[in-house]
């Protein structure tokens, strides 16, 4: 079975759906005028200067924060280190790549997610993809937004929501301090409900005080880390381009590695980490309290730009100007490896609590998008049942192993992209007309 569903995992994230990802990314940059590099300074002043008007539940602070609690996660430690270590130092060129016109897929996303939002029976925004499917293409596509739905609770549930976020604090925890992921989860999973219990504006309060806090605290890490080998910055500047398209891979236990596998790699575990196209952001955003789909697609394409540009790019070159890539690591231990390089011990130690909330803050962030996807499919009175299903899922968490599962959520998180980048497409030229009402104001 586990080879079975790894077949199909790598079929579904094979060149026709990075293809469709980067593809929508290069359309909606040009038709938008790279929107990306022209408007980024405006986008990034949004981020603490935006009017908050309008209807909303949080602010549109606390949406990017949500936002970014989901997508800064893992993947930006350990899919980095993933990446280069399966193609080389040219996957994070890649992951550049996919990361700049993913900057303009997250834009699409955030304009569309204020222009089809509505409200549920419980008085709350409710946004996202499969509104913006059904109120933007029209009742007759109903069947792609259920399919975006389930596939978002799917994720939310088995995959990226808590198991393997779950995984990765007990695993860090058992590590450092020797406590039981038996002890942990429990724990893990009554911190959850009480949090995740409040709705957006618990998770949103939370979300808030703790991404800006870790990012910087992890930012700052690896720049010491940087100053400390500033010699080959420029040199391994050089090495990641040259190996983007000479597909030179890491040396353990690699006798080479293709062009394809260098851009399969960066590509696929940068759209994992910044989740550009996927279509959680826009559940996120669609919360968010303004009247202009605009702002907040500026404010949402800052999201990528953050993950991508600037944490996963100082995951990624921490790893090359220290050698460590070329070492026998590979995942966490590998970026743990080149931490502690620079800082020791104390490096393992602060990788292991950076871990810890980058996984955390997923947990909640991706608690909030299975809940509308959930509420989508069934109403509003099974938010409480949803509820109550996940944290029992991060309590199990803590002792599930099952690789399997791990697969399934890579399926499901590569198929809920599908219906998502339909709509982007089909719905172009709404986003195109918003952005010029809006700049020619």
Request: glycine share 10%; aromatic share 12%; charged share 10%.
């Amino acid at each position: 079975m586990y080879k079975i569903l790894s077949q199909l995992d790598s079929f579904v994230w094979g060149p026709p759906l990075l293809v469709l990802l980067v593809g929508t990314g290069i359309y909606l940059s040009v038709r938008l005028g790279l929107l990306q590099i022209l408007k980024l300074p405006k986008a990034i002043k949004l981020i603490f200067k935006a009017d908050n008007k309008g209807q909303g539940d949080i602010s549109s602070f606390a949406a990017l924060a949500t936002a970014l609690a989901a997508t800064v996660g893992t993947g930006n430690i350990v899919g980095v280190a993933t990446a280069i270590k399966l193609g080389g130092p040219g996957a994070l060129f890649w992951m550049w790549v996919a990361a700049f016109f993913g900057m303009a897929t997250k834009y699409a996303e955030g304009v569309l997610a204020i222009k089809y939002r509505t409200k549920d029976a419980n008085g709350e925004i409710a946004g996202g993809p499969m509104y913006y499917i059904l109120n933007g293409m029209g009742k007759r596509w109903r069947p792609l937004a259920v399919a975006f739905s389930i596939f978002g609770v799917m994720v939310a549930l088995f995959g990226s929501g808590t198991f393997t976020q779950v995984n990765s604090i007990t695993e860090s925890l058992n590590n450092a301090v020797g406590l039981s992921p038996k002890v942990i989860s429990p724990i893990l999973a009554i911190i959850v409900a009480i949090i995740i219990f409040g709705g957006i504006q618990s998770i949103s309060k939370v979300s808030e005080k703790i991404v800006p806090f870790m990012a910087t605290i992890y930012i700052l890490a690896a720049l010491i880390i940087l100053a400390f080998n500033w010699k080959f910055i420029i040199p391994s500047i050089l090495l990641i381009i040259k190996s983007a398209f000479s597909g030179q891979a890491a040396t353990g236990g690699f006798l080479g590695a293709t062009t394809m596998v260098a851009i399969q790699a960066g590509i696929a575990r940068g759209v994992f980490s910044n989740e550009s196209g996927l279509g959680s952001a826009p559940i996120a955003a669609a919360a968010a309290k303004t009247e202009e789909p605009v702002e907040q697609g500026l404010v949402s394409m800052t999201g990528t730009f953050i993950d991508t540009i600037i944490i996963c790019s100082l995951t990624g070159l921490t790893i090359i100007v220290t050698g460590s890539w070329s070492s026998n690591l590979n995942g966490a231990t590998l970026t743990q490896s080149a931490f502690a390089t620079v800082f020791g011990q104390f490096g393992t130690y602060a990788l292991t609590v950076s871990l810890i909330l980058f996984a955390f803050t997923t947990i909640l962030g991706w608690g909030y998008y299975g809940e509308r996807c959930f509420e989508f499919l069934f109403g509003t009175p099974a938010i409480t049942i949803y509820r109550l299903i996940f944290v029992a899922m991060v309590a199990l968490g803590g002792f599930l192993k099952l690789e399997v599962i791990w697969v399934i959520a890579d399926i499901v998180n590569g198929l809920m992209a599908i219906p998502n980048l339909v709509a982007l497409l089909a719905l172009s030229p709404v986003i195109i007309k918003e952005t010029r009402r809006y700049f020619s104001k």
